[in-house]
């Protein structure tokens, strides 16, 4: 039976190496003010698409400042970064486009992270990970400098949103799901389950569809890691039924 992992930083690892990554991404789609359905104004996490490029939009710099806009202009804003984004996307607000912008300050480890949930991967770890079977892991360059010397060639690993939560690790009570802006208030259960029938089969590394922010791994991905000795990640297992 497929095991399956919750993939965190190791920070032991990355204060080992002494350093960090200041950065963000170069567009974004702004939060939501005021929902017409639900009344909240919200920005997600957790949906980054470094592949999407907005240059050529003549709005571009409509998706350079992060800010909550109307439903009204939200929806018109999203339609233009619709056909760019990957087939079957669904946008959320604050969805985060283009290459990471930034600083990298020391050393970092094979893995290492963004605001605690953005993965990037050395280009190096990366292609070993591919050469040894690992499926699914796409990166994409950044835009980092370092102060002092050459920023190391780091990638921004784009993951699929995919799976969701088993309804047993739920609040009984769980709010409904908006149907203007989709947004569902609740938190990350402090046991999480795994709906077994809703997770993919062809790859190795991907965020929970229905809570962004938590990264999964397969037991193949943490046996290729483990092999090949790739520091950065703690892994703890999440259970699937």
């Known amino acids: 039976m497929q095991r399956y992992f919750i993939v965190e930083e190791d920070r032991v690892a990355a204060a080992r190496q002494g350093g960090m990554v200041d950065a963000?991404?170069?567009?974004?789609?702004p939060g939501l003010l005021t929902c017409p359905g639900c009344g909240v104004t919200w920005s997600g996490a957790g949906q980054y698409l470094p592949s999407v490029d907005l240059s050529e939009l003549a709005e571009s710099a409509s998706f350079e400042r992060a800010r909550p806009e109307p439903y009204g202009e939200f929806v018109r804003l999203r339609a233009?970064?619709?056909p760019l984004a990957p087939p079957g996307v669904e946008l959320s607000p604050g969805a985060e486009f283009g290459p990471l912008v930034g600083r990298v300050t020391g050393?970092?480890?094979?893995?290492?992270?963004?605001?605690g949930d953005g993965l990037l991967v050395q280009r190096e770890a990366l292609a070993r990970l591919q050469e040894v079977g690992v499926r699914?892991?796409?990166g994409y360059p950044t835009a980092l400098r370092a102060r002092k010397k050459v920023a190391p060639d780091l990638r921004e690993l784009e993951l699929p949103l995919l799976g969701r939560l088993h309804p047993d690790c739920l609040p009984p009570a769980l709010p409904a799901k908006c149907t203007t802006c989709g947004r569902v208030e609740w938190a990350l259960p402090e046991h999480p389950i795994l709906a077994a029938d809703s997770l993919p089969t062809d790859v190795d590394l991907f965020r929970v569809g229905d809570f962004a922010t938590v990264v999964i791994g397969t037991e193949r991905f943490v046996d290729a890691v483990k092999e090949l000795g790739l520091e950065g990640l703690a892994l703890r297992d999440v259970p699937a039924r």
């Open 24 to 29: 963000s991404h170069r567009w974004g789609l």
């Open 80 to 82: 233009l970064v619709l």
């Open 107 to 115: 050393g970092v480890p094979d893995f290492t992270w963004v605001a």
């Open 136 to 138: 699914g892991l796409h």
